[in-house]
């Protein structure tokens, strides 16, 4: 992957107002929820994930399954209002294709999808996800890398990342690396991608780094809300595996990974006799369970597999946050 590297801290201070992004943008994207009222699916669920995508645009992404094509349709604006318009496939199974209309206002979606013979009407409220391990507290005996008050524990040059006095870090010059190295481990880290609309849903363009575990093996960190889980998106095992299941929350909302580790076994010659295996709770959801890592990912700080590594937190240029991490080796 390319890296473009922030080569003055004064250019990543510059870049923090653009984190949040207009307001009235990022409080209208997020998850919303509810039911079918009428027609087919009445009393079925609904969720809907209202994507940003740049001046006041947004994307309507319906969820429906792992067996139903994620479609959405385009907004435009209308006073107060923003106005969902297009046609979706949902395939054979769920009745083919529908057009799908629906208005958003102060949070609240209405709409529907109408097919041939078919028309059924949804509603639905904007609600907060909260992850369930979000400010989680280090147990007794972990190694607390980040706390918000310093970076001792981080090499320091050549990389300018800065702690922004909320207990959280930012990216900016450099991968960051531990001065420690560790084996099998448990893991916590907290991480907020930027607001950056403009980049479009599901490129890399669009709050990228990465969290290396051992420094060789990259969980991805990017904004991939509302778009289908990929090896190089959010959660994904880099060139390894795609997340199992979707757990991304927009952009400025803080999510969480809770990772365990186990280490590569070598024999006596130094010969690999068992792989690394990994699990990743992101956002409290399984996205990878008991996963054999049968090599490194690339871009780490060694291309060849050890016993033990440190952490590593990636610059991909994009302005990504951390905080509260730690782990416990086992």
């Known amino acids: 992957m390319l890296r473009v590297l922030c080569v003055l801290s004064i250019l990543c201070a510059a870049m923090a107002p653009a984190f949040a992004g207009p307001a009235s943008d990022?409080?209208?994207?997020?998850?919303?929820?509810?039911?079918?009222?009428?027609?087919?699916?009445?009393?079925?669920?609904?969720?809907?994930q209202v994507v940003a995508t740049g001046k006041a645009r947004f994307r309507a992404v319906f969820p429906f399954d792992a067996s139903t094509p994620r479609v959405g349709v385009n907004s435009a604006a209308d006073g107060d209002k923003f106005v969902f318009e297009g046609e979706v496939d949902l395939g054979p199974a769920m009745g083919g294709k529908f057009e799908v209309s629906a208005e958003l206002v102060d949070n609240r979606l209405t709409g529907r999808f109408k097919g041939p013979g078919k028309d059924s009407q949804f509603r639905a409220e904007k609600v907060e996800?909260?992850?369930?391990?979000?400010?989680?507290?280090?147990?007794?005996?972990?190694v607390v890398l980040l706390d918000g008050t310093n970076l001792d524990g981080w090499e320091r040059t050549p990389p300018k990342w800065r702690l922004l006095g909320d207990g959280a870090m930012e990216v900016c010059g450099s991968n960051l690396v531990t001065k420690q190295e560790f084996g099998d481990c448990e893991m916590h880290i907290e991480f907020r991608t930027p607001f950056m609309p403009d980049s479009g849903p599901g490129t890399q363009?669009?709050?990228?780094?990465?969290?290396?575990?051992?420094?060789?093996?990259?969980?991805?960190?990017?904004?991939?809300?509302?778009?289908?889980?990929?090896?190089?998106?959010?959660?994904?095992?880099?060139?390894?595996?795609?997340?199992i299941a979707d757990a991304c929350l927009p952009p400025t909302e803080w999510q969480t990974y809770d990772i365990s580790f186990t280490a590569p076994r070598f024999d006596d010659t130094g010969k690999k006799v068992k792989n690394a295996e990994i699990t990743v709770l992101h956002n409290g959801i399984p996205i990878h369970q008991n996963l054999v890592l049968p090599s490194l990912t690339a871009g780490g700080v060694s291309g060849e597999e050890a016993p033990t590594g440190p952490i590593m937190l990636q610059d991909h240029g994009n302005s990504v946050r951390y905080r509260n991490v730690w782990l416990v080796p086992k």
Request: charge should be positive; aromatic fraction near 10%.
């Open 26 to 48: 990022v409080a209208t994207q997020g998850i919303y929820e509810g039911s079918f009222s009428s027609g087919a699916w009445k009393g079925q669920p609904v969720v809907v």
């Open 129 to 142: 996800k909260t992850p369930p391990t979000l400010g989680k507290k280090p147990p007794e005996g972990a």
């Open 205 to 243: 363009g669009r709050g990228n780094s990465g969290v290396y575990i051992q420094g060789r093996y990259e969980i991805q960190v990017l904004d991939s809300f509302g778009v289908d889980p990929e090896w190089n998106l959010c959660g994904g095992i880099y060139q390894v595996a795609k997340p």
